[in-house]
């Protein structure tokens, strides 16, 4: 048989026997090979593809914690800035409340003062003015005294004009207040 099988191929007429083909086995043999092979090699590829998958999603959770938090700090830092702004307004319209006051309480010292040296120099001006009148009484009585001994001394006897000077004298503060 076998020769007769060369023969048939040497005259080009192949065997119709399937199993008797190279091929056939090289088949066999390749399906026998994935068959043995594939379960192995699927859970190698399974699980390493499981692990690059929890990698993945561990990778993922981490990114979404970190950006929760990055965002939780965010919030948190508007709020801390928004409060600093808060805060700073209401220092800069305290210091306009304080400036203002402050204005007010020295524009009143300032007045008050004011109002002091001028009731000061009033007062002084007075006091002046009643020295003057009063330098300008002594000298005027001192002067009607002296004119009244004069012309007196000259047209009226010694003992009449002291009596007369002496009266005069005595009446003299009363005229003139």
């Not at 007062?123 to 003057?132: D, L």
């Amino acid at each position: 048989m076998i020769s007769s099988a060369y023969a048939n191929v040497a005259n080009g007429i192949e065997s119709q026997v399937f199993y008797y083909s190279p091929a056939f086995w090289v088949a066999i043999a390749f399906l026998c090979f994935v068959i043995i092979f594939t379960k192995p090699i699927w859970k190698f590829a399974t699980s390493a593809l499981d692990k690059k998958i929890k990698a993945i999603e561990s990778s993922i959770e981490e990114s979404t914690k970190l950006r929760e938090d990055a965002q939780d700090l965010l919030a948190k830092y508007k709020r801390k800035l928004s409060d600093a702004e808060v805060e700073a307004q209401n220092i800069i319209s305290k210091a306009r409340e304080d400036a203002g006051a402050l204005k007010d309480k020295l524009t009143r010292e300032l007045e008050a003062t004011l109002e002091r040296k001028e009731k000061q120099a009033l007062e002084r001006i007075s006091q002046a003015e009643n020295e003057a009148r009063e330098e300008f009484r002594t000298i005027t009585a001192d002067l009607a005294i002296a004119a009244t001994r004069q012309v007196l001394s000259e047209q009226i006897e010694q003992s009449k004009a002291d009596e007369l000077i002496d009266d005069a004298i005595t009446e003299l503060p009363d005229r003139l207040s």
